[in-house]
């Protein structure tokens, strides 16, 4: 099983980034190898990506720069947490205009930097909804019944032979 972290961020064309990403990258990289770690025994492995977004992008869309995706959700949802939004200086200068970048907002407090803590824990939601999952139908000769026909999903298997063409 594998769990995908996704983060998105502004990255300026002398690949710097504002202060706020710069904090959420380094909690971000705890939270990844905390999260490797715990997840391992379970037969989760973990990728992480880093999507960087262009001053335009960002100034196109600011709400989309530090934002996060696990499974394909956002840590917003997964943690039941609102995103909000706050003037950010470091932006301010980057983009070249007034901005206010991403916030989350959870439990009365508002991060700017998002947390390893928070990563994690929404992490750790999103594996127990994987492990969740129901498996797959067995769709390789070999993994039917005795006597039963191959699943008809299975490339180059003769569904009413159930052998490989």
Known sequence: MMLN?????LVTEDGSTCDRCGGTQEELRKAIGTLRESLRPLGIEVASTEEA?????CAA??????RILIGGRSLEEWLGA??????????CTAIGE??????VDLDGTTY?????????????VA????????????CCPGSEERGKPAPPCCPGVDPEEGTTS
Not at 5 to 9: A, C, L, T
Not at 127 to 138: E, R, W
Request: glycine letters at 6%.
């Open 5 to 9: 972290v996704r983060w998105q961020r």
């Open 53 to 57: 977004l262009t001053t335009e992008e």
């Open 61 to 66: 869309d600011i709400i989309g720069s530090n």
């Open 82 to 91: 609102e995103v909000g939004q706050s003037p950010c200086e470091s932006c």
């Open 98 to 103: 007034d901005v206010e970048c991403r916030t």
């Open 112 to 124: 700017e930097v998002v947390p390893a803590e928070l990563i994690v824990r929404a992490g750790l």
């Open 127 to 138: 594996a127990s909804n994987l492990m969740q999952s129901p498996a797959p139908a067995p």
